[in-house]
């Protein structure tokens, strides 16, 4: 009986190791928890950064497309762009439509003509894809919109253009039965571009625009 230890003392020594080892999980499990928030606040951080990032390519796109409209309606103005097509394409790229979007003075927007293809050509500018001789059983006589498509004399403050004759050099008679006008389908491309944003966006308008045959030869058969 001399030589067994005290109950007190094999109680206290089974139990230290236990101790240590329930200090140590909870150690390991508040590391794992740390982790898995830093990477949850991270993939918050990552979501917030991208949907910033996606609402401003949005903001960018539609401020370049609101320019190129504007451009279009300016284009569109007037007949210039079905009569003399090259010319008006090259002034307009020459000195492209500008738009200051933030009101600092400075152009932000360009809008010009690009080069597109269209039935394997290659070019820019407006592009006549057909037009059509108007009969003039199809006009009024007494309507302000028709009357100069009825002679050379009637047609010169039409605004529809160079008045066609009827024939002569570089024309074709026109019909029997034909106006001196036709009607043409035009496509009119732009592109607005924001170097700041590094946006570019293309749009494409079609238009329908009377003019006079020789006008719609000259535009649409070269």
């Given at each position: 009986?001399?030589?067994?230890?005290?109950?007190?003392?094999?109680?206290?020594?089974?139990?230290?190791?236990?101790?240590?080892?329930?200090?140590?999980?909870?150690?390991?499990?508040?590391?794992?928890?740390l982790v898995l928030f830093a990477v949850m606040a991270g993939a918050v951080l990552n979501s917030t950064l991208t949907s910033s990032q996606a609402i401003g390519n949005m903001q960018f796109r539609s401020e370049a497309?609101?320019?190129?409209?504007d451009a279009i309606d300016q284009v569109l103005s007037s007949t210039a762009f079905a009569i003399n097509t090259a010319g008006f394409t090259a002034q307009v790229n020459a000195t492209p439509f500008r738009v200051d979007v933030n009101g600092d003075g400075a152009d932000d927007i360009t809008v010009n003509f690009p080069?597109?293809?269209?039935?394997?050509?290659?070019?820019?500018?407006?592009?006549?894809?057909?037009?059509?001789s108007i009969p003039l059983a199809k006009l009024d006589e007494t309507s302000d919109n028709d009357i100069g498509c009825f002679g050379s004399s009637a047609a010169e403050n039409s605004g529809l253009g160079n008045a066609e004759t009827g024939g002569g050099a570089g024309t074709n008679p026109f019909a029997a039965g034909q106006s001196i006008c036709a009607n043409t389908d035009w496509v009119v491309p732009v592109r607005a571009t924001e170097p700041a944003t590094a946006t570019s966006v293309d749009v494409v308008q079609g238009v329908g625009v009377r003019v006079f045959i020789s006008d719609a030869r000259n535009s649409c058969e070269d």
């Open positions: 009986m001399s030589d067994a230890k005290p109950p007190s003392l094999r109680h206290a020594d089974c139990q230290r190791p236990v101790v240590r080892s329930q200090r140590g999980i909870t150690l390991l499990v508040a590391l794992i928890f497309i609101s320019a190129a409209d080069a597109v293809t269209i039935d394997g050509v290659t070019r820019a500018g407006p592009r006549c894809i057909r037009f059509q």
